[in-house]
């Protein structure tokens, strides 16, 4: 039987319960253990696939189509598995569910309630990743103790270790120790209410992960294992990491995981953590500077391109290179801005996103990057944009442009797909999930993957207007790749450019730390190409007389 492990934290949000499940999960299978993960979202949304990128952040999005949360993107980077859309549940799809059972008459005309209709559909989201090829199920509550909408999944979580057994259920709650000023010292007591409010709900945690600034004295663990009732050694410290790759390391060496096997009584395996560690050394080896420019819409939030983010220093911990990335707001790069805002930048990257603002300064920048020789990756909106600028500044067809961002162009370059038409729900409207595509031999595209056939995660509405397929390779762009039936592109780029590429898919999503994606590994290459062409020549040393 699988064992769980539920994640919960206190008195205030971005703690970190996120990476502290992947490192956990990360631990758990160098033990090798096999680990899933899964994020409850207290949220009424059905799911974020609608939600602002300012109000939720990057939307995460798995093989099978799912537009989950963005920390399933930090578990799949950690356990380097990939999830599927049962890893991530809101209320609104858990009342959605119990609705559609009252409405089928599943309860037999029953009164529907939160106990126990609501925690056992919660329980019912849990147990079903609890497969015979799991070992431990990592369940990650979102929001804090405390709040409201969080109170219907603290009773299913503590009703769980009841129905699963208390050796196949454990606790961690991740609370802040902050540093006060003025005092000069950290304090415990917003822990100590964080644990009061849990143990309230019934939950008694096995392990306390604090978090702080600087590392905890011996007697404030002693403090907190006191009023707190768990073992000192339960009382785990996550000081503030240089980067979030040390977590793992740092979880293991303040015991973590192993307390975590002993309350679940799991049997004592050898933790092979040497792939880890190799990565850390990358990242700690990874000196050389690089500028990567991000031309993005939604820049006043980095969580809106979280993975772009990651696969960029996942690039650079391959090359050995600090990818500094420079954040460009799209509306600031139109019209005469364009040079300004990008002379300086040693590679670009043109990201998603939706609807027509900041769209022209997209546009600018694949241009700037086109004429200047930039290196520049496009990213499913990015692809559009590059198209667009083709269209228009290659090609010569005045107003090219995208459907989406003006319905009654003459040359709509990238249009609706045509069984889409009628669809008004905006939350199904999407080519969502994992696509296969076939890449043309010889091109960068190619080249960069190593491979015929290729898998990438796609989430998006409008596509490249195969209609102009003909004229734009006639001009010098190259579909370097396309759906199997031909039917849509994927892939596009020029082979008289260092590198100008682009797909309509997110790659950003299937990066590792220990292998970073093609797309983005060959960027940073050319960028640095770039930045070291430019260098200046450093004086001849004079010759001795």
Request: aromatic share 6%.
């Amino acid at each position: 039987m699988p064992k769980h492990i539920f994640v919960t934290g206190g008195v205030a949000s971005s703690l970190g319960k996120g990476l502290t499940a992947s490192s956990l999960g990360r631990l758990l299978k160098a033990r090798g253990l096999r680990v899933t993960l899964q994020k409850l979202d207290p949220y009424i949304n059905v799911d974020p696939g609608t939600m602002n990128p300012y109000e939720h952040g990057e939307v995460f999005v798995t093989d099978d189509g799912g537009e989950t949360d963005l920390d399933l993107g930090h578990y799949e980077r950690f356990i380097d598995e990939n999830l599927s859309r049962n890893s991530n549940a809101t209320t609104g799809s858990i009342y959605q569910a119990v609705l559609a059972a009252e409405r089928r008459g599943d309860y037999l005309g029953k009164t529907v309630q939160v106990i126990p209709h609501i925690t056992d559909e919660i329980k019912r989201r849990i147990a079903r990743l609890a497969t015979d090829d799991v070992d431990v199920v990592i369940t990650e509550v979102g929001g804090t103790v405390g709040d409201i909408e969080i109170l219907p999944f603290l009773e299913a979580i503590r009703q769980y270790r009841k129905d699963a057994g208390r050796d196949n259920v454990c606790y961690v709650h991740v609370t802040l120790v902050p540093f006060i000023g003025p005092s000069g010292e950290q304090k415990t007591k917003p822990t100590q209410h964080s644990v009061t409010e849990l143990r309230s709900r019934g939950i008694q945690p096995d392990l306390i992960v604090c978090r702080s600034e600087e590392p905890l004295s011996d007697e404030l663990r002693n403090k907190i294992s006191n009023l707190c009732d768990v073992d000192e050694r339960a009382v785990v410290n996550a000081a503030d990491a240089r980067n979030i790759y040390e977590l793992p390391l740092i979880f293991h060496d303040e015991g973590l995981d192993d307390v975590v096997c002993e309350v679940l009584r799991l049997e004592s395996h050898d933790v092979d953590l040497s792939s880890w560690e190799r990565v850390v050394r990358r990242v700690e080896d990874a000196t050389e500077p690089v500028r990567i420019g991000l031309i993005g819409k939604y820049v006043q939030l980095a969580d809106a391109y979280l993975s772009v983010v990651e696969s960029l220093k996942h690039a650079g911990f391959h090359h050995g290179a600090e990818v500094e990335i420079v954040w460009i707001q799209a509306e600031d790069v139109e019209g005469l801005l364009a040079a300004d805002r990008l002379a300086h930048l040693d590679g670009i990257v043109i990201p998603g996103g939706f609807g027509a603002r900041g769209v022209e300064g997209k546009i600018a920048a694949a241009r700037y990057a086109r004429e200047e020789g930039v290196p520049c990756l496009g990213l499913c909106l990015g692809l559009q944009a590059m198209t667009i600028e083709f269209a228009r500044n290659v090609l010569g067809l005045a107003g090219a442009n995208s459907t989406e961002f003006d319905p009654t162009t003459r040359h709509p370059v990238i249009d609706l797909m045509i069984d889409q038409r009628s669809i008004t729900d905006k939350g199904g409207t999407m080519r969502l999930g994992a696509y296969y595509a076939v890449l043309t031999p010889g091109t960068k595209v190619s080249e960069a993957y190593g491979e015929p056939v290729v898998s990438e995660r796609h989430r998006h509405r409008y596509e490249f207007n195969s209609n102009y397929r003909a004229r734009v390779e006639e001009a010098g762009l190259v579909c370097s790749g396309t759906s199997p039936d031909k039917r849509l592109v994927e892939f596009v780029e020029l082979a008289d450019h260092p590198f100008w590429v682009a797909t309509q898919a997110h790659p950003e999503f299937k990066s590792r730390p220990d292998r970073p994606h093609p797309l983005f590994r060959e960027l940073v290459a050319a960028a640095l190409d770039r930045r070291r062409a430019d260098a200046p020549t450093p004086d001849p040393v004079p010759a001795s007389s």
